[in-house]
């Protein structure tokens, strides 16, 4: 596996509609790998395939926690509810924090990396993380939900909370 560099806005494949993915082989699988590890590294929770120069609708989710890994391949929001405000960031955005409302609950319709479909429902700091990489294979950036930046101390304020 390998960490791959990470693009950093403004790099205007940040802001571009990523393409479906149609071919379920050994390339995909490499960089899903590759994505994660490089997640990992840059201890990230997310990661989405345009902020490794690729533009398809591809991305990986890790919060660290019983979980595991979630490889979302074309993925779509089928449902959500509820409402949460807290911080993000992102790994193409270093430094920048902001309060971001999004629903607490959402229901996912991905494929995995054989092509499989599957569904999966998600709650609080998981379903967040989600919205956060499916808006990035939309080109939305979580700059363009932030209700509130947030300096480095008021970050950890909100830790301790």
């Known amino acids: 596996m390998a960490i791959l560099p990470i693009v950093m806005f403004p790099d205007k494949i940040l802001k571009q509609k990523c393409a479906k993915v149609t071919s379920f082989d050994r390339n995909l699988a490499k960089l899903l790998n590759n994505m994660h590890e490089t997640m990992l590294e840059a201890d990230g929770v997310g990661l989405a395939a345009p902020q490794v120069g690729v533009k398809k609708q591809i991305a990986v989710v890790d919060i660290g926690d019983d979980t595991g890994i979630i490889e ?14 807290d911080p993000e960031g992102c790994l193409s955005f270093p430094g920048v924090y902001g309060e971001v409302t999004r629903p607490y609950k959402v229901k996912i319709r991905a494929q995995d990396r054989f092509g499989r479909i599957y569904e999966r429902e998600a709650e609080d700091f998981l379903a967040r993380a989600i919205q956060h990489e499916i808006d990035h294979l939309n080109g939305v950036l979580f700059t363009s939900k932030v209700s509130k930046y947030l300096t480095e101390e008021e970050l950890e304020r909100y830790g301790e909370e």
């Open 72 to 85: 979302m391949v074309n993925p779509e929001i089928m449902e959500a509810s509820g409402e949460q405000t």
